[in-house]
């Protein structure tokens, strides 16, 4: 499979429009561009460009900006809330510069992000990006609640996978459908087909913290190392003797983990296994989505995307 | 000097406004609770029902509301970067929860505010309120790169000063007129007024900070003991001789200062009375622009408000 052209051309017009932000405070300048310097994979903005597709209307590139900054700026908390080293190959903010900087730049491209919105003057699109981002901020929370915690439901982790990751893909795809004066129910479609490949891009998210660290380019057994539980773990756990579990336990925030012990046994009792079958549901919800688009290139754009999400390995 | 009754009245609705946003996490009802249960002086949202007195729109407490939310969202932010251990005389977010706590129930707070923007749908009110957020966050990033910096200007002083105080002052003023339907030239004049007034209260915050702390409730010599450089020891630096100088900047960021001595010299050296000219001519400047506005009511509202900005002890 290979990504649209045209639309990873169109992709080059965002970053462009990104980068072209230039604040007379050096300080704040020099943050800017080593926070842009690097580029993600623009997989929200891809998604927010699709479904706005269909449109000419020239404020496409910036819809697509916007949701860049948003992305990046919860990215960039993110990175001070998990006190993380690096970010996209580099060092992050925080450690970097410091939490501060960290905490007031995010601040800084939120509320650019939010300028930017105001511009475009659309009532829809303002309320489903404000939203949005309040989810996020609740996704994180609860997440940021949840370490640690063994009695952790499937449902709550489930919603902290749309509320972290699949909230800000649903409304990338709904706000490029809006700009395009999309219909409601082509919103609809193009919206859930969006959220499902956005939890489904967490779950594997979940599954390469497992996986060697070599492919993915990050450092593996993160979230196990950080206390995190998130599904490999939790579908091990459901699946333990009382014996086992007592292992998983010590497993669980250990700094100095061993990462074949805990993997070997995470992998016998269906951890793994049990999440690839969680994301195959994630990606059959989205194809499903998919399916109810009329506009073949669109439709066939989103399909792929599901693909992506699921076969990725970093 | 006694504060208006009516408003008085009116902030206790939009304390309660405040207070009745629940979150079905326990998690986000807890801390949000938690940062609300203590009032703040609320002199922003009065400022707005001033400026907005002259309209019955009942969206004015909501408006009101939102700026309460976006100052406290800077507040909880400003508490992760400053390291603080309280706010408003209770234990902040970030020294009873943590860091992580304070970054994203922060964004919460935030995004919440931007929502409730959309819902009052003005693009105008957006568009201010989004400017004065990013501006917040220069200032602050100017003010954090300006640390321990003893070259700064005095211009740039007054700009960290108008950025992050007197903008949403301004803000707050400029956005209840706006509510109102009021002219350009009343919106240009009591947004005057205002980020005059929040100028001055953000001048003598600095001046506080070199006073009894049994009276401001507050620790003295903090702005000295973490090496930030405001007004009284920007002037007392100014007037120094090389041998003074040297001593000065032995008190800079000096966790274990004396404060006896510190004080003494930055009095002698006229630190303090030139900081409190130039909050006299802010207090000035705010008078003659409210002085421009044909609204009694809030003409006498507005210089009120700079009086007790000016005199305030705490």
Known sequence: MALNINITKELKTVEKLIKSDINKEKTISVLYNYIFKSNGKKIRSRLNLIASSSSKNTDRYKLASIIELLHTATLVHDDVVDNA????GTMSVNSLWSNSHGVLIGDYIYSKAFMLMVEIGKKDILSELADATNDISQGELIQLDAMSNIKISLSK?????YFKTGRLFEAS???G???AGANKNFIKNIGES???IGILFQIKDDLLDYSDSLKTGKQSFQDLKEGKVTYPF???LKNSSQKEKKQLLS???NQSLNNKKALALITELNGLTKTKQLAMKFYKNS???ANTINNQFIRQEMIELAGIALNREK
């Open 157 to 161: 982790l489930k919603k902290i996978s």
């Open 85 to 88: 080293s690096t970010r996209r």
């Open 287 to 289: 194809v499903n989505a």
């Open 194 to 196: 969006a959220k499902n």
């Open 177 to 179: 459908a809006m700009l």
């Open 251 to 253: 497993f669980l925030g």
């Open 234 to 236: 939790f579908f091990a």
């Open 173 to 175: 795809a709904k706000t």
